[in-house]
């Protein structure tokens, strides 16, 4: 079973330019996260998807970033205009609905100059 | 959501037992304990969760304690690979959407 799928893996870009990131989750899958994880931290979640419905983003800094989810597949995640503390390993998850275990995907490492 | 507290690092010998601890002393009687870990530069992944019985899959066993306030993962035979950062992570049941908190976790260290 293939698992949760990102790109990219590395993106470095200076401060005020945009950036997105790409999340496939396994199949089947109607729940999907993002988290941003900062250096020597635990990840935290930013935005919960239930198929294409936000279920969460009470963490998502909403002036700029955003996330989609079309089709309720697969997912994207933009920061515009970007900050020096932006940087982090953005990861992507996903789970079967109830009490199951979320599947993580490799991350993106993004680093803002 | 209850916090957990889990010791900042820990060794263990390759081919020993890991037993890592975890206190969630607030822990409410409708919150699974979850664990997950993380290698060097890969996401997390799931280890194990339970409710209050002991569990046991192919990765480790979690025995939760009778009062619920407390859980310890274990490794059975540790090896090099094992070396990561595990969580302990309570979750609501009630929370159908799964939402997990990490905390800094236990930086495991597994030693020849």
């Known amino acids: 079973e293939a698992g949760v799928a990102q790109s990219p893996r590395y993106k470095i870009i200076e401060k005020r330019q945009s950036v997105a990131f790409w999340c496939n989750p396994i199949?089947?899958?109607?729940?999907l996260y993002w988290y941003q994880q900062i250096l020597g931290q635990g990840p935290k979640l930013l935005i919960q998807?239930?198929?294409?419905?936000?279920?969460?983003d009470s963490q998502l800094p909403k002036d700029r970033f955003s996330a989609e989810r079309l089709k309720g597949v697969d997912s994207t995640l933009k920061i515009q205009p970007a900050k020096l503390e932006d940087s982090a390993v953005y990861l992507c998850?996903?789970?079967?609905?109830?009490?199951?275990?979320?599947?993580f995907g490799p991350g993106t490492r993004l680093t803002v100059l | 959501d209850a916090k957990t507290t889990q010791p900042t690092s820990m060794d263990c010998a390759e081919g020993r037992a890991a037993n890592l601890p975890c206190n969630h002393s607030t822990i409410s009687g409708n919150e699974y304990v979850y664990w997950y870990r993380q290698i060097h530069s890969q996401g997390p992944q799931y280890i194990i969760h339970?409710?209050?019985n002991n569990e046991t899959n192919e990765m480790a066993s979690l025995i939760i304690t009778e009062d619920r306030k407390s859980s310890t993962l274990i490794l059975p035979h540790a090896t090099l690979r094992d070396t990561a950062v595990y969580y302990c992570?309570?979750?609501?049941?009630?929370?159908?959407?799964?939402?997990?908190?990490f905390g800094a976790g236990t930086q495991v260290v597994v030693t020849p």
């Open positions: 998850a996903s789970s079967l609905e109830g009490a199951g275990g979320q599947f």
């Open positions: 199949s089947g899958h109607a729940t």
């Open positions: 339970g409710l209050k």
């Open positions: 998807f239930q198929n294409n419905g936000v279920v969460d």
């Open positions: 992570i309570v979750r609501l049941t009630t929370d159908s959407w799964g939402k997990l908190q």
